[in-house]
């Protein structure tokens, strides 16, 4: 498996944006598709933007349509999940994960990723 290291989270004010990143290593960063998640307290984990393995096709949560972007960078082993517009409501752990076998094309569920990072906090203030 993929290891994987978030970074960039932290507390912002509404309307406020971040730029989380993901380092990956350990296997060849190109072969997976990479997803991140979020889970606020109290809340299961959720879905929040994909991107497949090489041909940048995406795919998002309706919450956050037009408000993130997610991208990658194969050469550098490191995927981003740029956060703008911030609300409240985004105030969660957010996790990154690798998976070998989905795509955008398929529900983006948690069991076909089978790696995540630790997870980083993203606040938002109002």
């Known amino acids: 498996q993929v290891q994987l290291v978030e970074s960039g989270g932290g507390l912002v004010q509404a309307g406020g944006s971040l730029r989380l990143s993901c380092a990956a290593s350990?296997?060849?960063?190109?072969?997976?598709?990479m997803g991140w998640f979020r889970q606020a307290p109290g809340k299961a984990r959720e879905f929040v933007a994909g991107?497949?393995?090489?041909?940048?096709?995406?795919d998002y949560a309706d919450s956050v349509k037009g408000r993130f972007t997610i991208s990658r960078d194969n050469a550098k082993n490191t995927g981003y999940l740029q956060m703008n517009s911030l609300k409240p409501e985004d105030t969660a752990v957010y996790y990154c994960?690798?998976?070998?076998?989905?795509?955008?094309?398929?529900?983006?569920?948690?069991?076909?990723?089978?790696?995540w990072g630790q997870g980083t906090q993203v606040t938002v203030s109002s």
């Open positions: 991107i497949n393995r090489s041909d940048g096709r995406t």
């Open positions: 350990g296997r060849t960063f190109s072969r997976y598709a």
């Open positions: 994960a690798a998976s070998s076998s989905w795509t955008v094309l398929a529900p983006p569920r948690s069991g076909l990723f089978g790696s």
